[in-house]
């Protein structure tokens, strides 16, 4: 029993679970899609962020109602039965599957800095009579996942204690940029605020749209109650220190990416902050940015792969998954989830490597964002519908409208702007059964799949 309790995370690690999930590889290239757009940016990164905080606020409430319940799971199931509480968190399940892939793949990218023979090296390996070369960039990336699984097999204690240092590493280039930016700043960077060519009602909805991708995240703490020592106090602390640090985080930075370099300039660069870093301190700068960002990446990566096994053992408990995924070694950690769920992972890779298929695994990420929001959707109506159900207090009736209204309407832009705002759309030329047309429609097709797993659980299982 002490062991168990001894291997439970504290206040600091569930807030570096939530900001170590939210700041990912993404936040290094994310300037570069806003650039173009100038620095009417910040008000998307306002809105987003302001959001995330109300879908934080939420979850704090709900994870006050249901103290050490296991998320979002637990919340979609009060409110509108297992099913769609099944349906949601099966749906979120699949998102983080692909987010942990191109993780690894985003940090294979950032140490091509270092290791330039990454993508032109190939290896041949021999299959029945096939010879098949691959880059050796592709068991790189699964190395890197294997050794994350292996972390993650240590117990959720050591990934909490990985994951601190991760994040307080991660977040070091992000200081340095708002640092360094107060001396060079300059403020003609910031005019005109729309250079995109669009209405600014249409630029901050664009903005918006791709600056709250980086706050994705927001319920990390919420999820691992069974593993977080008071649950009932921890969380609700941990989801709204955690949202609240990352949006200071990356609202500073981008004011003071701006400050250093002019839109236009971010728009042409490959890696910004490390440009930004380099004028000011040379090449030694964007080599220092180059390993923070793998860093950053290594820290996100971690910290996603124990949702990616939390979330399938939660299930199984609740008898809607095989006993497969709950079954745990001596540090609790359920080994045959981390096993299966890797292997999960390092085939997107190989997919993701395919020339043939590297352009579906694109569209796949776009359709993690969208299972996603799915999430904060059915969340954002949670606690308005366990209020009414309860019929308790009028007052806390009122203050759940005044958040879960807003959060409501936010996440259905956003739905809305992921299939309009998808700068890719699969040609013909791939054959009909790839016309999806929109990653809304995989959405729906993936999330389709809960339902005869459910059927079998609940009637044959």
């Known amino acids: 029993m002490n062991n168990i309790k001894n291997n439970k995370i504290e206040l600091k690690e569930s ?14 290239m994310l300037p570069t899609s806003l650039a173009v757009y100038g620095s009417i940016s910040i008000f ?5 962020g302001i959001m995330a905080l109300v879908i934080a606020i939420i979850f704090r409430r709900l994870s006050l109602r249901y103290p050490g319940k296991s998320g979002p799971f637990h919340y979609t199931k009060e409110s509108f039965g297992e099913f769609i509480g099944f349906f949601v968190i099966w749906g979120y399940w699949i998102s983080i599957l692909l987010v942990n892939a191109s993780l690894a793949v985003a940090i294979t990218s950032y140490s091509t800095v270092f290791f330039t023979n990454l993508n032109d090296t190939t290896i041949s390996i021999k299959f029945l009579h096939f010879i098949i070369s691959i880059p ?4 790189f990336s699964i190395f890197v996942v294997v050794i994350i699984a292996v972390v993650n097999n240590y117990g959720i204690k050591n990934v909490g204690k990985f994951q601190y240092i991760t994040s307080i590493l991660k977040i070091m280039p992000l200081l340095i940029t708002i640092i360094v930016g107060f001396f060079v700043f300059n403020t003609d960077n ?8 669009e209405t600014n009602f249409e630029a901050i909805t664009v903005t918006t749209a791709l600056t709250f991708f ?12 069974d593993g977080i020592k008071n649950p009932e106090k921890t969380i609700p602390k941990a989801t ?11 609202i500073l930075s981008t ?23 380099g004028m000011i301190l040379g090449d030694y700068g964007k080599n220092i940015i180059a390993i923070f960002a793998i860093i950053s990446g290594i820290g996100c990566l971690n910290g996603w792969m124990l949702l990616q096994i939390e979330i399938p053992k939660n299930l199984a408990k609740n008898k809607l998954l095989g006993t497969i995924f709950s079954d745990t070694n001596s540090r609790e950690v359920p080994y045959k989830g981390l096993i299966i769920s890797t292997i999960l992972v390092s085939i997107l890779i190989l997919i993701n490597y395919s020339k043939d298929l590297s352009n579906i695994f694109t569209y796949l990420i776009l359709t993690s964002t969208f299972c996603t929001l799915i999430l904060y959707f059915f969340i954002s109506l949670s606690e308005i519908f366990i209020l009414y159900k309860q019929r308790k207090s009028l007052k806390k009736f009122k203050s759940s409208l005044i958040t879960g209204i807003p959060a409501f309407i936010f996440t259905v832009w956003m739905i809305v702007g992921v299939g309009k705002e998808s700068p890719f759309f ?5 054959g009909p059964w790839l016309n999806f047309g929109n990653p809304i429609i995989l959405g729906i097709i993936l999330l389709s799949f809960s339902i005869p797993i459910y059927i079998y659980q609940k009637k044959y299982a």
Request: proline letters at 6%; zero cysteines.
């Open 426 to 430: 699969l040609s013909s030329d791939n």
């Open 255 to 277: 004011i003071a990416l701006m400050g250093i370099m002019h839109p236009s300039e971010i728009a042409n660069s490959s890696a910004p902050y490390a440009d930004a870093t």
């Open 240 to 250: 709204i220190i955690g949202t609240t640090i990352t949006l200071i985080i990356y």
């Open 15 to 28: 807030i570096s679970l939530v900001i170590g999930n939210m700041i990912g590889a993404g936040i290094f």
């Open 44 to 48: 998307g990164w306002f809105i987003s």
């Open 214 to 225: 980086a706050f994705l995240g927001i319920e990390s703490a919420t999820i691992p109650a």
């Open 190 to 197: 910031f005019f005109p605020l729309n250079i995109s060519g």
């Open 136 to 139: 050796i960039s592709i068991p």
